[in-house]
């Protein structure tokens, strides 16, 4: 018995000094640990010994900018002019002209044998199908070369009847497309059928493009839509696109529609409920969200003051220092700090987006930290063993 007293007093003392180091919140490196405590984390960002990686404490102007910044362009603001029929007849395109004429045919008319009511005057006449020229033109009979690049069939109609009326008796005329092969779309990227979709007097949109490749192959929760139109090219959610109808534009010839598979997720680390790698949707979740799939916070560990986003940030977005080390494509290393202990910080987060391979990671709480060091010192000092034998 006196040996197991001695012991808990050994233990006592050493509980004291256990007291004493949690006072100065450190432990000793050798302590198993997740990572870094919060501690730690500010000790680094104040002596500035973290080799060229910025620790910012985030607030509700950063997360709002930051959430602004990669915002995507809507489709209907970076292509203000899709609102109207985009179709016109092109170099390539073959064309049909009929030509009928009011009695009697002075141009396009002739004598035609009926086996009923004997010789008659033909009123009509199909013109022989053709290529419009490089230049846009096609050839007509008593009108010359007619333009018609860029142009509807109404419009050409239009055109030839003026260029006929004083030749021919009262002439009405209609003008077929028989084959499409300039105002085309290309649908390439996770569709079922990669095509080129040709464009009608209809009108078609982006939506009727992915139809015309059969579907997407994904999720539509995880795919973004393309448009690329000439030297500018957006891209947005598929399901923004379906859920907004103004994003469904009109399109025009020769824009290419890519069918995107965004494979994005972050990876949580930490006293959370569950370490993992999480994907999420290309449209994008906030910090709260990604918390949440995360299990959220474990309330025996976590140190709510310690949560921390590691990102490779778009320098632009950055008040880069000289320190600040450069990694590729134009972004930084960048620590985000955010104390959930502030009720305020529960609307920031709300706001601030996760971007993909972003690493959250949660801190261990000094309680948490003091109570392994305490089961730890109480299991040297006094072993259970002993205990259980002087006890019987």
């Given amino acids: 018995m006196f040996l197991v007293f001695r012991r808990l007093s050994l233990a006592l003392g050493g509980l004291a000094l256990v007291v004493s180091v949690a006072g100065c919140a450190s432990f000793p490196d050798w302590l198993s640990a997740a990572g870094p405590s919060r501690e730690q984390v500010r000790a680094e960002r104040d002596t500035g010994s973290i ?28 292509f203000p002019n899709s609102g109207t029929n985009n179709y016109g007849i092109g170099p390539g395109d ?38 419009v020229t490089p230049d846009g ?28 009326t004083g030749k021919a008796n009262q002439p009405q005329v209609l003008v077929r497309v028989i084959k499409n092969n300039t105002s085309n779309v290309t649908v390439v990227g996770e569709v079922n059928t990669s095509t080129l979709m040709p464009l009608t007097a209809k009108g078609e949109r982006l939506l009727d493009a992915l139809a015309a490749g059969g579907g997407v192959k994904q999720p539509i929760n995880r795919m973004a839509i393309q448009l690329s139109r000439e030297k500018v090219t957006a891209r947005m959610p598929l399901d923004s696109v379906i859920s907004d109808p103004q994003q469904n534009v009109l399109l025009k010839p020769g824009d290419v529609v890519s069918a995107l598979f965004q494979p994005q997720s972050f990876s949580v680390l930490g006293a959370t409920g569950k370490n993992d790698e ?54 930084v290393p960048v620590v985000y700090q955010i104390n959930l202990r502030d009720p305020a910080s529960i609307f920031v987060i709300q706001n601030f987006p996760v971007q993909n391979r972003d690493v959250i990671y949660v801190s261990n709480s000094p309680e948490a930290e003091f109570n392994k060091f305490l089961r730890l010192v109480i299991s040297v000092a006094v072993p259970s063993a002993t205990i259980n034998s002087a006890l019987h």
């Fill in 278 to 331: 999480v994907p999420f949707e290309a449209q994008g979740i906030s910090l709260a969200q990604a918390l949440a799939r995360s299990g959220g916070l474990n309330d025996s560990r976590a140190d709510a003051r310690g949560v921390f986003v590691f990102r490779f940030e778009d320098a632009k977005l950055v008040d880069v220092r000289g320190t600040t080390a450069a990694a590729t494509n134009g972004t």
């Fill in 51 to 78: 080799d060229g990686i910025q620790v910012v404490d985030v607030n509700d102007a950063l997360a709002r900018r930051l959430s602004e910044s990669k915002k995507l362009g809507q489709f209907v603001d970076v």
């Fill in 94 to 131: 073959i064309i049909e002209v009929w030509v009928w004429e009011a009695p009697p045919a002075m141009l396009f008319g002739g004598f035609v044998l009926d086996a009923k009511s004997g010789p008659t005057t033909q009123r009509a006449a199909t013109l022989p199908e053709q290529m």
């Fill in 137 to 164: 033109a096609i050839t007509m009979p008593f009108a010359g070369r007619v333009p018609v690049k860029g142009r509807t069939t109404q419009e050409i109609e239009a055109d030839i009847v003026k260029r006929l």
